[in-house]
């Protein structure tokens, strides 16, 4: 499992745009935004879509949440 690089390739549910990064402005497109179509560190959605996948994995391979203890 590589969790180092799972909130770079986590899915997004909805549609988030950010301003071109500094440097990769094209000419006549300054005014223009980038639609992500992946999660990026520092956005809120990476580690909730992550926990979400992991547990819809872990269900589907027959595992059960332990009630005492969720974090189990």
Same mark, same amino acid.
């Given at each position: /499992?590589? @969790?180092?690089?799972?909130?770079?390739?986590?899915?997004l549910?909805e549609?988030?745009? /950010?301003?071109?990064?500094? #440097?990769?402005v094209?000419? #006549?497109?300054? #005014?223009? @935004?980038?639609k992500?179509m992946?999660?990026?560190? #520092?956005?809120?959605?990476?580690?909730?879509?992550?926990?979400?996948?992991?547990?819809?994995?872990?269900?589907?391979?027959?595992? @059960? @949440?332990?009630?005492a203890?969720?974090?189990v």
């Amino acid at each position: /499992m590589d @969790v180092k690089t799972a909130f770079l390739n986590g899915e997004l549910d909805e549609e988030i745009y /950010m301003e071109q990064p500094d #440097g990769f402005v094209l000419d #006549g497109s300054e #005014g223009k @935004v980038c639609k992500l179509m992946k999660s990026l560190y #520092g956005l809120k959605q990476p580690p909730k879509q992550w926990h979400e996948k992991f547990e819809r994995t872990l269900s589907a391979a027959g595992f @059960v @949440v332990n009630e005492a203890d969720k974090c189990v």
